[in-house]
């Protein structure tokens, strides 16, 4: 039987991310993903921002780990020139009974660490946005936007380079203990069993799965799977903005926002839409909802100006109507498994977040 150091189930840009920062601490890292390339479910299914830290309750993992990241990306998008963009943001009130959130968010913000938040006035905004409508806004300078494609990519080289590899089409079907540490059964074209020290479970949408696949995994530990579609239109024609837009969050999400691609396109979503499976279609009729939601912040969206253009599925562990949850790092110390480490729940801002993350669970695992 083969053995490794250690093995990351999964090739999204967490996946990537922690396998490049096993393998750059000397680790004979392989990285085992079912689908055929890397990147193919939430990774690649987003809107590429760079969220700077305002959403989150302090002290939580999604506050500390999207600051810290947010200073690594850019560090590493400057030294390894993938394109990204420090474009700003804002987020705009649109009714006087919407100040207290902003800002409550504003302050939120700050005791995250978040730096550049500046509220500005409504000419303030409009002076720089003229097709912006609102009462008031609040500008984030360090949001930003980034080439997601080119960031696992970079992550890959990275791992590869140091001696890692990614095999793909390699579901993981089953992991127990062994004589020289974990040993998983992985199916697919040319099927397996392979041994390592350390086995890392970010798997996104699948890691409950293969939480559950492993012998002697407390069922109790592994959260629910709750499926999160956000469809995302975007704007036929370019962007009258310079800059992303996102309303006052409203309950279960952020509100239909603006974002930006590299390339001056702009995008709109996502709306929460819960289902039972995956599906990436998006229904073009769900457009007619945006039109209203977007209108408030920008009057002058023409009829039938958006078009489809693509949905992501966040691996969220709260439903309809519960309380956000955190992202949850677990560990032999929980689960009591020697070597064996789970990600759940890993949505936004994990991108942001990735090489915090990947951090992170060097630390707790090494």
Not at 86 to 105: F, H, M, N, S
């Amino acid at each position: 039987m083969e053995r490794v150091d250690c093995i990351v189930i999964g090739a999204g840009v967490v996946g990537l991310a922690v396998a490049r920062e096993m393998s750059q601490r000397g680790l004979e890292t392989l990285v085992l993903e079912q689908a055929l390339d890397i990147g193919t479910g939430t990774s690649s299914r987003n809107s590429e921002v760079i969220h700077a830290g305002i959403y989150y309750p302090p002290g939580s993992l999604k506050a500390e780990l999207c600051v810290r990241g947010k200073a690594l990306l850019y560090e590493y998008c400057a030294a390894r020139a993938i394109a990204h963009r420090r474009c700003g943001k804002y987020i705009v009130a649109t009714a006087a009974d919407q100040l207290a959130t902003l800002e409550q968010l504003a302050g939120t913000g700050r005791r995250n660490g978040v730096d550049a938040l500046t509220m500005l006035t409504p000419a303030q905004a409009m002076a720089v946005e003229p097709a912006l409508r609102c009462v008031a806004a609040l500008e984030s300078g360090s949001t930003g936007i980034i080439d997601s494609h080119g960031l696992m990519l970079a992550l890959r080289g990275d791992l590869e380079a140091a001696g890692g590899m990614v095999a793909f089409d390699a579901p993981v079907e089953s992991g127990e203990p062994g004589a020289e540490g974990l040993v998983l059964k992985v199916g697919g074209d040319s099927p397996m069993e392979i041994s390592a020290g350390l086995v890392i479970n970010a798997a996104g949408l699948g890691a409950q799965a293969v939480a559950a696949a492993f012998a002697d995994m407390p069922a109790a530990l592994v959260p629910p799977l709750f499926l999160a579609k956000g469809n995302y239109y975007s704007l036929q024609g370019r962007s009258p903005f310079s800059r992303l837009i996102y309303p006052v969050p409203e309950p279960g999400g952020l509100g239909v926002h603006l974002t930006l691609d590299l390339g001056g396109q702009a995008r709109f979503g996502p709306d929460v839409q819960w289902v039972d499976q995956i599906d990436y279609r998006v229904d073009p009729r769900r457009a007619d909802v945006f039109y209203g939601a977007i209108r408030r912040y920008w009057p002058g969206l023409a009829d039938h100006a958006l078009q489809p253009a693509y949905a992501g599925i966040r691996p969220k562990i709260s439903g309809p109507g519960d309380a956000a949850q955190d992202f949850v790092l677990q560990g032999p110390q929980q689960h009591g498994i020697a070597g064996l480490f789970h990600l759940f729940g890993i949505e936004s801002p994990g991108l942001t977040a990735s090489l915090a993350i990947a951090e992170v669970v060097a630390q707790r695992a090494l």
